[in-house]
């Protein structure tokens, strides 16, 4: 049950090894990177926010230019949570900037997000976002959403050839919130406004207290849901 509930007393984030690719309840490798809007270090970068750190395989490819599109088209919802988006691919700074202004003609939309130009591909390595099997050189399509801790909160891996699902991005992000400010858990398929669960007991004692809960719905001891 607890890989389903939050826990407080969780030990500290701990440092991802070279090679190996991080995990959830790491801390986000932190790397000093040229981008599209100058030089940032992620560890100092929009302090106080959550991050969205994505990569693409590569400017000017046809699933990536729908979906960067789109991530620029919905910025204000990121905007809304408290969220800054950050693009990575092993292009060249030229590249980045070119592709943006392609997008802005074919889509209409400006990127007012950074893109990391990973040439050498450190961010990449770092983030585990090469994938042998799928190409020696481009990144999947990774997502790594990062607490304002920089704690990384939750990963996403998408193979080359199939976009990512915005929406799903964004209900992920507030669930993670949501979980964050509330201590609770959020059940299959949430949506801001829906129940929530309410951790499950650990003690005889946690049990006993459960059954004077007012305001929940008790499916079972173990299975109570409730409004925040």
């Known amino acids: 049950m607890s890989g389903c509930t939050p826990d407080t007393s969780a030990a500290a984030p701990t440092s991802t090894p070279s090679g190996t690719i991080p ?3 790491d ?3 932190d790397f000093t990177a040229v981008t ?3 030089e940032l270090t992620l560890s100092r970068w929009s302090e106080g926010k959550w991050i969205m750190l994505f990569s693409h395989p590569a400017d000017f490819t046809p699933v990536c ?6 991530f620029a088209r919905r910025q204000a919802e990121f905007d809304k949570r408290n969220t800054a988006l950050l693009g990575v691919s092993i292009d060249s700074i030229h590249s980045h900037l070119a592709w943006r202004e392609n997008l802005q003609k074919l889509f209409n939309v400006k990127l007012d997000f950074p893109l990391v130009a990973d040439s050498n591909g450190a961010v990449a ?3 585990g976002m090469l994938h042998p099997g799928q190409s020696a050189t481009a ?3 990774a997502v790594f959403v990062i607490d304002p801790k920089r704690v990384i909160r939750a990963i996403i891996y998408y193979p080359l050839n199939v976009g990512r699902n915005v929406d799903e991005i964004l209900r992920l992000i507030d669930a993670l919130q949501c979980a964050d400010k509330h201590a609770v858990a959020c059940p299959v398929n949430w949506k801001p ?3 929530v669960i309410v951790p499950p007991p650990k003690t005889v004692a946690d ?3 459960r059954a004077a809960l007012q305001g929940v719905e008790r499916m079972d001891f173990y299975l109570v849901k409730k409004s925040v």
């Open 23 to 25: 995990r959830i309840g």
């Open 27 to 29: 801390a986000a490798p």
């Open 36 to 38: 599209t809007h100058g």
């Open 65 to 70: 230019s729908t979906e960067i599109s789109e």
């Open 125 to 127: 390595g770092k983030f």
């Open 139 to 141: 990144t999947v399509r």
């Open 193 to 195: 406004g829906e129940q």
């Open 207 to 209: 049990v006993d207290a």
